[in-house]
């Protein structure tokens, strides 16, 4: 199964700033997904993001709030922009597929102030 | 829409025992997959056990198997032989491939404790 680098791991930020979230894969994928997962909770999936098109949101999450960059098959980058205390989570990446199972990066920790 | 429920917030386990996480899930579709993730307090996702919907016999893995009830809706996951490093929030995931879309639909977790 792929590997995936995510970084940062954590960041402390200040409200109304962005913070970008890296993902690397060491194989060529062709769908990358990006979940939310608020204190306590469970994993919402925010976007997926496919090579050489937008990505597509879920219900709740637009663009402009979390604008996603997929410049080629290994590689993607979410930002949170003009961050609140809201944004306050665990943000992680994805990628796989139904027959071999979904590989997660390690997740950064967001927490603003 | 998909949807999955874990109906235990929190279970507690001696160590070298047997313990069973239940999860449903509701859906229309009939080729899908299941899944159950492990999430240690490192917070990374852990792939613990697949199944596929159209296969009838349950998946297993070493110490991990599953009781896939397809007309029930049900995919419980057993743990034999508890570890400490058993610890964790596990996850019940749905995934299908309805109108090309892949992603997986995560219930709400159970933490389970692994006790001395």
């Known amino acids: 199964s792929a590997v995936i680098s995510q970084k940062p791991s954590r960041d402390i930020c200040q409200r109304g700033t962005s913070l970008t979230i890296q993902c690397q894969v060491d194989s060529q994928v062709t769908m990358m997904f990006w979940y939310r997962q608020q204190p306590g909770q469970s994993l919402t999936l925010i976007a997926t993001?496919?090579?050489?098109?937008?990505?597509?949101?879920e219900s709740g999450f637009v663009i402009d709030k979390f604008p996603i960059s997929r410049p080629n098959l290994t590689f993607s980058t979410l930002t949170v922009s003009n961050m609140s205390p809201e944004d306050s989570s665990i943000y992680l990446c994805?990628?796989?597929?139904?027959?071999?199972?979904?590989?997660f990066g390690s997740g950064t920790r967001l927490t603003v102030v | 829409a998909q949807t999955v429920t874990q109906s235990q917030p929190e279970m507690s386990v001696q160590e070298a025992e047997t313990v069973t996480l239940s999860c449903t899930y509701d859906?229309?579709?009939?080729?899908?997959?299941l899944f159950w993730y492990k999430q240690p307090p490192s917070r990374q996702m852990i792939l613990v056990i697949r199944q596929e919907a159209y296969k009838q016999q349950n998946a297993t893995e070493n110490r991990f198997s599953v009781n896939f009830q397809k007309a029930a809706k049900s995919f419980s996951l057993k743990i034999s032989d508890s570890q400490l490093g058993d610890t964790a929030m596990y996850f019940c995931?749905?995934?299908?491939?309805?109108?090309?879309?892949?992603?997986?639909?995560f219930g709400k977790g159970t933490k389970l404790s692994v006790i001395p």
């Open positions: 995931a749905f995934s299908y491939s309805g109108a090309g879309s892949y992603q997986l639909t």
């Open positions: 994805s990628v796989g597929g139904q027959g071999i199972g979904y590989t």
């Open positions: 993001a496919n090579q050489g098109s937008e990505a597509t949101y």
């Open positions: 859906t229309s579709e009939n080729n899908y997959y």
